[in-house]
């Protein structure tokens, strides 16, 4: 079962960023618009969240195996949509199809990585944050390279992961165990948050949110990005840029794994904002060595955010709820990643791509003083119940 989680979240994110740096081709293709690439990139998360608002928590219910082959054959229908798009509304299609996907996938993998890892939850948890950056990672850099190579840019790469969605399905077959509640199972309820653990799930919950508000900005417009913060323009230099940002959550997450989720959190927020600073100097000062480095810094703090906000949540979740409250961090993770990328779109109608993402680099910033203010918060109540014990 940790083999199929695993290689199922990574497939997952396969598919959701191999869309990142092939927008350029189908702006060209079909002479998009800003707002347009936006509406393309925001059926994602509204993918998610229809399944998440939906069906959260449904491997608690029905069963980790069995959710998670669901999972899968969403995986090969949204690739089968977006390899055969032949126009913007089939696109955004396949793009809902993708979030669907994910927002079955992602919480149930994270509960039945904690469930059956053989080294304990907490390993689980960190193994799944390790497989959510490598999916991102290889995912653009995968799918920008083949488009420089292939005939069907826009097939090809769609083609690829879903013959690699084969291969998480073979491992959940084969895996002996499951998890899911006795009695009658209700398919349709939406995710709730306990008020009891409300504090540490609002403080990962803003810290993912960071990150997500970045990762919308460079996966709409990272060829923007690049060709003005770095005066490159390829669809390889795009997935590179990407690769940058996200190889940097593995690298951060390689090195600071022993680092407690509580360290992990407070820090990557603020090192996110800072990255996003960066990134709105080096786009007036079109520099290169500014415009990598930004994504280097927002990759760091992206690695602590996933793998200390992961732990967070997975030490508080209800055992019996723990893919519902996955679900729940997703909610709000994905509203910033859709809203960013649609306000954003809408605003470089009129202002320039500098101006946006030091507004937005604003909007991080002060959820950095929230998650650190709050930090605290959280630090001295854990204090006062070791006192009181």
């Given at each position: ?23 350029p ?23 998610v ?23 899968a ?29 994910s ?11 904690q ?6 939850p ?16 290889v ?53 709730s ?49 990407l690769?940058v ?54 990759g ?67 959820l ?13 109540r ?8």
């Amino acid at each position: 079962m940790t083999a199929g989680a695993a290689t199922l979240m990574i497939c997952s994110l396969l598919t959701s960023f191999a869309s990142s740096p092939l927008f350029p081709l189908y702006t060209a293709r079909w002479d998009l618009r800003p707002w347009q690439v936006s509406l393309a990139f925001v059926g994602y998360p509204v993918g998610v969240l229809v399944v998440v608002l939906l069906l959260g928590g449904l491997s608690d219910r029905i069963g980790r195996r069995t959710t998670m082959l669901l999972g899968a054959g969403m995986i090969v229908l949204a690739c089968a949509v977006t390899a055969v798009a032949w126009a913007l509304p089939v696109l955004v299609a396949g793009r809902v199809l993708q979030g669907v996907a994910s927002g079955i996938v992602a919480g149930t993998t994270a509960a039945a990585l904690q469930d059956f890892h053989p080294r304990g939850p907490n390993a689980g948890s960190v193994t799944h944050a390790f497989c959510t950056s490598l999916g991102m990672c290889v995912g653009p850099l995968m799918a920008g390279g083949l488009a420089s190579r292939v005939s069907a840019p826009l097939v090809v790469p769609y083609v690829v992961i879903a013959v690699f969605a084969l291969v998480p399905v073979l491992f959940v077959l084969r895996a002996p165990g499951d998890r899911r509640v006795a009695g009658p199972a209700r398919i349709v309820r939406a995710v709730s948050v306990p008020r009891s653990i409300w504090l540490p799930f609002s403080i990962a919950a803003a810290t993912l949110m960071t990150l997500n508000g970045c990762m919308a900005l460079f996966g709409t417009f990272g060829a923007r990005i690049l060709e003005e913060g770095a005066g490159i323009s390829s669809t390889g230099g795009t997935g590179t840029l990407l690769t940058v940002l996200i190889g940097m959550t593995l690298v951060s997450q390689l090195a600071l794994r022993k680092v407690p989720a509580p360290v992990c959190v407070t820090l990557a927020a603020p090192t996110i904002a800072v990255g996003a600073g960066v990134v709105a100097l080096a786009l007036l000062e079109t520099s290169a060595v500014a415009t990598f480095a930004g994504a280097a810094l927002i990759g760091f703090g992206g690695g602590l955010a996933l793998q200390g906000g992961t732990r967070m949540i997975g030490a508080v979740a209800p055992l019996d709820r723990r893919a519902e409250m996955y679900g729940a961090w997703m909610v709000i993770a994905f509203v910033m990643l859709g809203a960013t990328s649609l306000v954003a779109g809408l605003a470089l109608g009129d202002a320039p791509l500098s101006g946006v993402m030091a507004v937005a680099a604003t909007v991080f910033l002060a959820l950095a003083a929230y998650v650190l203010a709050n930090a605290r918060r959280l630090h001295r109540r854990l204090a006062s119940v070791d006192r009181r014990s």
